[in-house]
């Protein structure tokens, strides 16, 4: 069973420019999050997808970041336009929610550089 | 607010010592998970922890939680190269349904 695919590994862009990402789930896995660890601190929660609707999309940083999840499959992360603070590793996680097992898996991440 | 504090933040021990990481958190929470990230790899789930007084191990790896102190301990024995990693601990308050709240993460290496 493939895990949990992001797209590009890397991606190194100028401010000012635009970079969308994206995050393959587990098939079949309603829930899906992304988050984000810049340089030295925590990996924060960005927003959680259900299926297709947005569920909680209370870690977005501002209005330059735009997320979506059309048909509930795949999704896409959005900069534009991207500011040198947005460098950092996203991440995207998915799980299935089921009464006692609903750990989520993680992607590798995409490691965004703006420079 | 839920806070995750982890430390140390870096750790370099010998190989065939023995160490330990501890993850506090600040409110009540469901579980709490450990993971293991290798550079440019995904975040590897170690142990998840569902109850006050759970200990599980993996090979040279043993976690525990006590939910009272709001602690979780990674126990490291007999310190081997291959285990140098990024551990994080997270915690989440809704069983898997609410985003994870993670620590800043543990640098390990680990030397001959």
């Known amino acids: 069973e493939a895990g949990v695919t992001q797209f590009p590994s890397h991606s190194v862009i100028e401010k000012g420019q635009t970079v969308t990402l994206r995050c393959d789930p587990i098939?079949?896995?309603?829930?899906l999050y992304w988050y984000r660890r810049v340089m030295g601190k925590e990996i924060k929660f960005l927003l959680h997808?259900?299926?297709?609707?947005?569920?909680?999309e209370s870690g977005m940083p501002n209005n330059r970041f735009l997320a979506e999840r059309t048909g509930g499959t795949y999704s896409t992360l959005k900069v534009q336009p991207a500011e040198l603070e947005d460098s950092g590793v996203y991440f995207c996680?998915?799980?299935?929610?089921?009464?006692?097992?609903?750990?989520?898996?993680f992607g590798q991440g995409t490691r965004l550089t703006v420079v | 607010e839920l806070k995750v504090e982890q430390n140390p933040l870096f750790l370099s021990m010998q190989e065939g010592k023995n160490y330990t990481i501890y993850c506090n958190y600040s409110?009540?929470?469901?579980?709490l998970y450990w993971y293991r990230q290798d550079p440019g790899k995904s975040l590897e789930s170690l142990f998840v922890l569902l109850s006050n007084g759970a200990v599980k191990q993996e090979g040279r790896l043993m976690a525990s939680l006590d939910t009272k102190a709001r602690l979780s301990t990674l126990h490291i024995t007999a310190a081997v190269h291959d285990l140098s990693a990024t551990y994080f601990c997270a915690v989440d308050m809704d069983s898997g349904n609410t985003p994870l709240v993670f620590g800043k993460g543990t640098r390990l290496s680990v030397i001959a």
């Open positions: 098939s079949g896995h309603d829930n």
């Open positions: 409110t009540t929470s469901d579980r």
């Open positions: 997808f259900v299926k297709e609707s947005k569920q909680d």
């Open positions: 996680a998915s799980s299935q929610p089921q009464a006692g097992n609903t750990e989520a898996f």
